[in-house]
């Protein structure tokens, strides 16, 4: 047995308090070389909706991709120290706060939520943070190399923008009114494009295993 496997029950292990021998109290939804990821903080990002719902997507999609997410960030992140992650100011750490609680019925529901999955506000802002800064990085890093040609404008517009719009019976307007918008989606397009090769490269430096959601 290789030393990768022989980590996972010792883990597991470890994570079984001595007068419990036989229960275990988590698992391991993936392990990023040595470094874990388990189920209930999984089910934390799930339930406080760190990442928003997509419409349509049942659970079972919704917690793949959380966890899809989660190891990607690890990776990204882990990257993002290497260099040093820059600082976040507060405001905006409380303003990607403010827009989580809004997916709540109440901040009476998202207080509650917190209590269920053990979280405080404070691992929350945490957390928060963490997205911020590999965003940050992002934005520092590949944000400047992007450039969109006027071509690429008025291709993404006859080929793409123009036609979904009379797919779903709206008005066309002139590329001419649209040419800022489009220029934002396929910049949007083209940055996320070079964050997923990017995180490519980090997971093909690392080992990653997936034991939940497959």
Same mark, same amino acid.
């Given at each position: ?22 229960? +275990? $109290?988590?698992? +391991?939804?993936?392990? /990023? ?14 339930? $406080?909706?760190? %990442? ?28 993002? *120290? ?9 405001? &905006?750490?409380? &303003?990607?706060?403010?827009? /989580?609680?809004?997916?709540?019925? &109440? ?20 957390? $928060? ?9 992002? #934005? *520092?890093?590949?944000?400047?190399? /992007?450039?969109?040609? /006027?071509?690429? $404008? ?25 040419? *800022? ?7 949007? #397009? %083209?940055?996320?494009?070079?964050? #997923? ?5 980090? %997971? ?11």
């Amino acid at each position: 047995m290789n030393d990768r496997l022989r980590l996972v029950p010792l883990l597991l292990a470890l994570l079984t308090p001595p007068s419990l021998e036989a229960e +275990i $109290i988590d698992r +391991i939804a993936a392990l /990023i070389d040595r470094q874990v990821i388990t189920l209930s903080e999984v089910n934390q990002v799930v339930e $406080i909706r760190l %990442r928003a719902p997509r419409q349509g997507e049942d659970e079972g999609e919704y917690r793949r991709r959380v966890l899809d997410a989660m190891v990607a960030h690890t990776l990204r992140y882990r990257d993002v *120290e290497r260099f040093g992650a820059a600082d976040v100011p507060a405001d &905006s750490i409380e &303003s990607r706060l403010r827009e /989580i609680i809004a997916r709540f019925p &109440s901040e009476e529901a998202f207080t509650d939520t917190l209590l269920r999955v053990e979280l405080t506000l404070d691992e929350v802002r945490a957390l $928060i943070k963490r997205q911020l800064q590999v965003q940050a990085y992002v #934005d *520092e890093r590949f944000a400047p190399m /992007i450039f969109v040609s /006027i071509e690429e $404008i008025e291709s993404y517009y006859r080929e793409t923008w123009a036609p979904q719009r009379q797919e779903r019976g709206l008005r066309v307007p002139p590329l001419a009114e649209v040419s *800022e918008e489009i220029r934002r989606l396929v910049r949007a #397009d %083209r940055l996320q494009d070079e964050i #997923d090769r990017w995180t490519e490269q980090l %997971r093909a430096r690392a080992n990653v295993d997936i034991f939940v959601y497959r």
